[in-house]
């Protein structure tokens, strides 16, 4: 995927019919000398063309959609409009960017505003002015419409999966280090060899023979059974007679579906008879990718509720039932008013953060209606309940019910046993049964398949039930706090290539196993190597941190690229400063609780360090690197 750099370099000239006008857009992916995370970083202006409304009367608009605003304080427009900014930009999903900033200049505001997604950040900015400047002109404003389509935006973007964003923002507020791999279309968390990659729920810890025999469910299952766990029998098929043929033998009901499945596409349960079975090869086979042979499951349809148990590291953590997409009657509305009512619901946002997905409106769900008389234009008596689907797909509209903590005690041994048996950080168990409070020994219970790469929202946010706080589980499997996700750093404001060797050499004399990467303007070094310098600076940086043999990081972070691109990491041990300037002097801002922070002004010297001040001048001719040199030696 192509990294987002979205800079304007020149003010944009607002219409001679605005009030306000918004300049020198940027995105910082880290932190910045206005905000110590992520920001859209903006200038704000009166135009001169127009007069604005008074404060109130956008508080009064603003208000009726965030009333939380209406009852803050506002010293200007530019602090109205950064506080909406910072509102308007959650998404109306809960996302975690609640830090903003604003600092005054003699002839306009910068407002900086926490940020995750660069494309999706400058559209917020302007939908903001786009609203200010209706308000001002007493013009109606859909901002519903423009918030939809933002996330939509925010949806397609890389942190927009429900999984990715919540694994993310469950790393943030624990204080460890998450970036995306642009080049690799991977999730980091933590720094060099503290490191671990991976997609959703998938990491580069597991085993690929063991996810990629996930997929291959009929061999799966065959496992499964060998080991003595409960699968319903079944057959494999190529063909719709192979697959009559199964199902004689079996007996109906069958269930049919693909053996490379995703997200129950092309699945259908409790098929019984020729007729329907014919039916639901076809939608089977339509699932089934051109380039992949066909390879149909034909197996015994259990009789009960679908639930999910979730194993992390190979321990139950998990379990949700999972029922399908259904209506409930009025009376007078038809089945097709009626989906669109529930669509409509506040819970049916399908966002990356919404409990429930929209009802999905399909030829399997058209034919599940069709199998009980019924079609979209039918009429469902009132309080009557009318399922949609045979297969419980949240995706397509499904409702998720937290199970935790019902779970018979034999069912959360089963569901280990079967986890021991992977090199998986996450496994999902799908399982059919009356209830998940019985033992699977009582008989009618069966293991449908399992996944190595489980959606984990469902059991976060389900639409009924207590929320179990899955990512904490996945993310305290490698780090127990957000110390073991890092490794020692040391930030320079100045350093020389000679500078940067020596300290090097220094460290090695203490710690001659460790693979010590370093990086100044001029030159970038593993150890005493020097490797290739990127033009982008903060790609040098990246490309240290993301080396799984790293123990230390060394890196210099001068005002202009401070300036320019703000920093890659956040959280240094030593921060070193020659003669710093008013930007460089962030670099004391982003420091660990027991950071030390070296400040030379001249020739006089001041050391800080949990609370407590040293400060001397230096001797004639005493060099700078024999005091910070020093200082690095307690952190080895």
């Not at 699932?287 to 639930?307: L, M, T």
Request: charged letters at 25%; hydrophobic letters at 40%; proline letters at 4%.
């Amino acid at each position: 995927m192509v990294r987002e750099q979205i800079i304007d370099t020149v003010r944009i000239n607002a219409r001679k019919t605005d009030a306000f006008d918004i300049y020198n857009i940027k995105h910082y992916m880290g932190p910045n000398p206005y905000l110590e995370t992520g920001a859209v970083v903006l200038d704000f202006t009166l135009t001169g063309y127009l007069s604005p409304q008074p404060i109130e009367e956008y508080l009064s608009v603003i208000g009726d959609r965030y009333p939380q605003l209406r009852d803050e304080t506002y010293e200007s427009h530019a602090h109205v409009f950064a506080r909406t900014l910072s509102e308007v930009g959650k998404l109306d999903m809960g996302l975690h960017l609640n830090r903003w900033n604003l600092k005054q200049h003699p002839n306009f505001f910068r407002i900086a505003v926490q940020a995750l997604h660069a494309r999706t950040s400058r559209a917020i900015v302007y939908t903001i002015w786009d609203w200010f400047e209706a308000i001002n002109q007493k013009e109606d404003f859909d901002l519903d419409d423009r918030i939809r389509n933002l996330q939509n935006t925010f949806r397609h973007s890389v942190y927009g999966g429900p999984t990715v964003y919540a694994l993310l923002r469950t790393a943030c507020s624990k204080g460890i280090p998450t970036f995306y791999l642009w080049d690799e279309g991977l999730m980091q968390y933590g720094y060099g060899k503290k490191l671990i990659r991976g997609v959703a729920t998938t990491f580069d810890n597991d085993s690929h023979l063991d996810s990629d025999f996930t997929t291959r469910k009929d061999d799966c299952k065959a496992f499964l059974s060998t080991l003595g766990f409960p699968v319903p029998k079944g057959d494999v098929v190529v063909s719709l007679g192979e697959a009559k043929a199964a199902a004689a033998e079996i007996g109906y009901p069958v269930a049919v579906k693909p053996v490379a499945d995703h997200k129950g596409i092309g699945v259908t349960a409790a098929v019984r008879n020729e007729e329907e079975l014919q039916q639901a090869f076809g939608r089977a086979l339509k699932a089934i990718p051109e380039e992949q042979s066909i390879s149909i499951i034909v197996e015994k349809s259990i009789k009960g509720a679908d639930f999910r148990i979730l194993c992390v590291n190979g321990r139950f953590v998990a379990a949700t039932e999972r029922r399908p997409a259904s209506v409930v009657g009025d009376g007078y509305s038809t089945i097709r008013e009626s989906i669109g009512r529930e669509n409509r619901k506040p819970a049916r946002l399908d966002t990356p953060t919404s409990a429930m997905s929209k009802i999905q409106c399909d030829d399997a769900m058209e034919q599940y209606l069709s199998e009980q008389n019924l079609s979209m234009d039918s009429v469902i008596e009132s309080g009557s309940t009318v399922y949609l689907r045979k297969v419980a797909n949240l995706s397509a509209g499904g409702l998720s019910i937290d199970a935790t903590r019902t779970v018979h005690p034999d069912n959360i041994i089963l569901a280990q046993d079967i986890a021991q048996h992977f090199k998986l950080t996450c496994l999902g168990i799908d399982v059919i049964s009356p209830s998940l409070s019985e033992s699977w020994k009582s008989g009618n219970f069966g293991i449908l398949e399992i996944n190595a790469a489980p959606g984990i929202f469902m059991h976060l946010n389900p639409a009924i039930g207590e929320s179990v706080d899955v990512p904490s589980s996945i993310l305290e499997t490698f780090f127990k706090s957000d110390a073991d996700a890092r490794i020692p750093i040391i930030t320079f404001n100045q350093i020389s290539v000679a500078e940067l060797q020596e300290t090097i050499d220094r460290i090695l004399l203490e710690k001659p196993e460790w693979t010590i990467g370093a990086v100044c303007r001029e030159a970038v070094f593993v150890n005493r190597s020097q490797k290739i310098l990127h033009k982008d600076y903060n790609t040098n940086v990246q490309s240290l941190l993301r080396n799984p043999k790293l123990d230390l990081l060394i890196a210099e972070y001068t005002e202009d690229v401070l300036e320019r691109d703000g920093m890659f990491y956040h959280g240094s041990n030593i921060v070193v400063l020659n003669n710093p300037t008013e930007t460089e002097m962030m670099l004391t801002r982003d420091i660990l609780e027991d950071a030390t922070v070296v400040v030379k002004e001249g020739n006089s010297v001041s050391i800080r360090h949990k609370g407590l001040i040293e400060q001397y001048t230096l001797g004639e001719g005493e060099p700078f690197t024999r005091v910070y040199l020093k200082e690095i030696g307690t952190i080895l």
